[in-house]
């Protein structure tokens, strides 16, 4: 077993870094903790550590004591340093005192750490070299943390910060006018599924060198990898000449050469010249709100800066699935087919509408096929597109509108497949439409069974082996499905939705919708909101 110590000044550092791996399963055993070097002196003779991982800005004895110490008295302690992002300098400085390697201490992921800690156990003296080669090594990483911190304007010191850049010999000063271009993996969702974190890992390295390469030859820029499927270019212009139409030739030319060597569909989008570290998150949102704008398009387009900021637009609220309902109930999939080619067609018009606004009524048709699955003990997360995604991730996840109509039109299918698409008794079909045409009026066995001409006994037999559910669960089921619709495509109060769905008395209704939905109305409301429902 390798023993670990972790000095720290900040305790929940310590708890974190602790708690983010299962220590004894890989081969580790964290045998002491210290607040500073002091106190992780005083704690060698008796915890006799292999491995040491160090802040290096401590009160009293600091990072760099511990580790000359260690080199004069404990000279086989291998040390690696707990560094924040702006700490490229006292990294070298601690490298060249002897330090192995370093960690992000509070963004480093559980492989990562296990990865740098397999390297100093499987073979130590080799691990220790120049400290360049060490940067080198991990320069993707720091150059993603750089650009993170610049976008967050999280710095602790701005002249410190823009000294990392020439310390690192990146092509980028943000002293110079410069253009943010925003590259984007087209429908991100499908290489996630497909491929393991590694491999797109690997995928995102192979694009930013095929990347530098491209924009080496006609420009001046540095490539940093970004959030997910992401990246972002720091071009600097000449001052004369079409530098967007130059810049969009590059992006071409990465395109081509990202889909035939790597397989893989990127969009981007440029942002205005800017000048300043201030101004880059404001050149970074200008870009990334352009890119947005492929939900309307296609693959591998390129997206300029507005001209003119239009307002947006608010979703009609004559937009509603009660037709699908329609169909669904029918039985009849080609007609519901043919409704959402209808209802793709509203949103492919509605290019002022927000985008998160457009997804959420999108999620009201997902609603109705849910409803439609429980009635015919159907998993809906069973039923998955041609790259292996629920309909629900589609709807959020999917960068096109043409992708999520796809994604809809594949579930249809195999939901045809699924059901035989029967249509139903017409008695039990009648009722279902008035019931959830008439949600708001009382509702009961006995007014059904005679508009349907049918006794009592024969007709709740009848409905159950239908539906399979009795009459009040049903009508409870339709009630509260569509209260969840009108939590997520209106403003309406719970009780004024209570009142909507024909449950007058709000206490019993919030009863009702937890018993079925295993939370409040409020809390389901903010689940939607924050993307959490379906997953």
């Known amino acids: 077993m390798v023993r670990v110590m972790i000095v720290d000044d900040e305790v929940l550092v310590r708890i974190g870094i602790r708690s983010i791996i299962n220590w004894e399963q890989h081969g580790y055993s964290v045998v002491s903790e210290a607040g500073n070097s002091r106190e992780a002196i005083e704690k060698l003779p008796k915890s006799r550590p292999h491995i040491i991982l160090t802040d290096l800005m401590m009160d009293g004895m600091d990072g760099f004591d511990l580790i000359e ?47 740098v800690l397999d390297e100093m156990r499987a073979s130590p003296q080799e691990s220790i070299g120049h400290p360049d080669k060490i940067i080198l090594k991990n320069l993707s990483a720091i150059k993603t943390r750089l650009i993170y911190t610049g ?27 410069y253009m943010i271009l925003y590259i984007s993996i087209d429908d991100f969702a499908k290489e996630q599924r497909r491929d393991s974190p590694a491999q797109i890992q690997l995928l995102k390295a192979s694009m930013e060198n095929v990347i530098h390469e491209v924009i080496s030859s006609n420009h001046k820029g540095e490539t940093y990898n970004y959030a997910d499927g992401d990246l972002i270019i720091v071009y600097h212009p000449e001052i004369d000449g079409d530098c967007f139409y130059s810049i969009e030739e590059d992006f071409h030319t990465i395109a081509e050469y990202l889909h035939r060597y790597l397989g893989v569909s990127v969009s981007a989008a440029m942002s205005d010249p800017y000048k300043g570290l201030d101004a880059l998150p404001a050149a970074v949102s200008q870009a990334v709100s352009s890119i947005k704008h492929r939900f309307w398009g296609k693959k591998r387009q390129f997206y300029l800066p507005p001209v003119n900021s239009k307002g947006e637009s608010q979703i009609s609220s004559e937009i509603k699935p009660h037709d699908l309902s329609d169909a669904l109930l029918a039985g009849n999939l080609s007609i519901a087919n043919e409704y959402i080619t209808y209802l793709m067609n509203v949103w492919w018009s509605k290019t002022d509408v927000p985008i998160d606004s457009i997804r959420q009524i999108i999620l009201t048709y997902y ?35 043409e992708s999520i109509q796809k994604s809809f039109y594949e579930f249809i299918d195999q939901l045809g497949s699924l059901t035989g698409k029967h249509p139903g008794r ?110």
């Open 69 to 115: 110490y260690c080199k004069q008295n404990y000279p086989d302690i291998r040390i690696a340093v707990l560094s924040s992002h702006n700490e490229f300098e006292h990294v070298r400085r601690a490298m060249k005192m002897g330090a192995v390697d370093y960690i992000f201490k509070l963004t480093v992921k559980p492989e990562e750490l296990l990865k």
């Open 151 to 177: 976008i967050q304007q999280s710095y602790i010191s701005r002249s410190d910060y823009l000294a990392e850049f020439k310390a690192l010999g990146l092509d980028t000063d943000f002293e110079l006018r």
């Open 367 to 401: 609603v109705v096929f849910v409803r439609y699955c429980s009635e015919h003990s159907i998993d809906i997360n069973s039923i998955r597109d041609s790259s292996g995604i629920t309909l629900y991730d589609a709807i959020i996840h999917y960068d096109f509108l």
């Open 426 to 535: 017409p008695e039990i079909l009648e009722t279902k439409r008035y019931i959830r045409d008439n949600l708001s009026n009382e509702l009961n066995i006995e007014s059904m069974a005679e508009r349907v001409n049918i006794s009592k006994s024969y007709f709740s037999h009848m409905f159950k082996k239908e539906t399979g559910s009795s009459f009040i669960d049903y009508v409870n089921n339709v009630r509260i499905d569509r209260a969840k619709e009108l939590l997520i495509s209106s403003n309406m109060r719970v009780n004024e939705i209570a009142s909507e769905v024909g449950i007058h008395n709000p206490n019993y209704f919030g009863i009702i919708f937890k018993k079925l939905t295993g939370m409040t109305p409020g809390d389901y409301r903010a689940s939607i909101n924050e993307g959490k429902i379906g997953e």
